[in-house]
């Protein structure tokens, strides 16, 4: 069975667990990160030298990397839905999860660091930011606004990666201009199974 380390309220260990819920495997997953602690023992750092979460074994097979977790598993278990199929297809999703790693993530953290858990970043950087996030928010309901879903026509595993952070800004503490198509996608999104399972604990 599929062993899975991470804590839910993890932005990282959401992305991976939208895939394994929507791949429906059966999974065992064991809480780990910040009040959970595990990551720093050696058994673990012996899994992932990185001590963060999240971090599969797959029947011996050890693998970290958020993104990388959830495209393992959509190719193994979710070809042609979460895997597309399609190289054009399948590259289109590769840009959205490399994006949120590269564009969309950063100023997320650091917004959401300084709004929830009281991190103390000057207001020049906290507004540089806040610029930069707004800037991806805005590129991204702008793609939004032509698809149904980050995928296409169908949820696959560029939603697992985005639909993270999406729940986290629309939750974050504070006014934020309106994102119509970023809401669509937002309401259809929690009206899966895997998200209601998934975005229900506290921003912490």
């Known amino acids: 069975m599929l062993k899975v380390w991470g804590r839910l309220n993890s932005l990282n260990?959401?992305?991976?667990?939208?895939?394994?819920?929507?791949?429906?495997?059966?999974?065992?997953r064991f809480e780990a990160g910040m009040e959970h602690g595990v990551v720093q023992t050696p058994e673990y750092k012996a899994m992932n030298p990185n001590?963060?979460?999240p971090t599969i074994d797959d029947e011996g097979f050890i693998l970290w990397e958020s993104n990388v977790i959830a495209r393992y598993i959509a190719a193994k278990h979710s070809p042609g839905v979460l895997w597309p199929l399609d190289l054009k297809a399948r590259a289109d999703s590769d840009r959205w999860m490399d994006w949120q790693q590269t564009v969309f993530n950063p100023?997320?953290?650091a917004i959401f660091w300084a709004k929830v858990r009281s991190g103390?970043?000057?207001a020049d950087q906290l507004e540089a930011m806040n610029a930069k996030l707004e800037g991806a928010i805005a590129m991204l309901d702008g793609v939004l606004a032509g698809r149904e879903w980050m995928g296409g026509a169908?949820?696959?595993?560029a939603d697992c990666a985005?639909?993270?952070?999406?729940?986290?800004?629309?939750?974050l503490p504070g006014e934020r201009a309106p994102r119509p198509h970023l809401e669509r996608y937002y309401r259809a999104?929690?009206?899966r199974p895997s998200a209601r399972g998934l975005l229900t604990t506290p921003l912490t």
């Open 13 to 28: 260990v959401q992305k991976a667990m939208f895939a394994i819920l929507e791949s429906g495997i059966a999974f065992e």
């Open 51 to 53: 001590a963060v979460v």
């Open 162 to 171: 985005i639909a993270p952070g999406v729940h986290r800004y629309l939750n």
């Open 154 to 157: 169908s949820f696959n595993m």
């Open 107 to 109: 100023p997320l953290t």
């Open 120 to 122: 103390k970043t000057p």
């Open 189 to 191: 999104l929690m009206e």
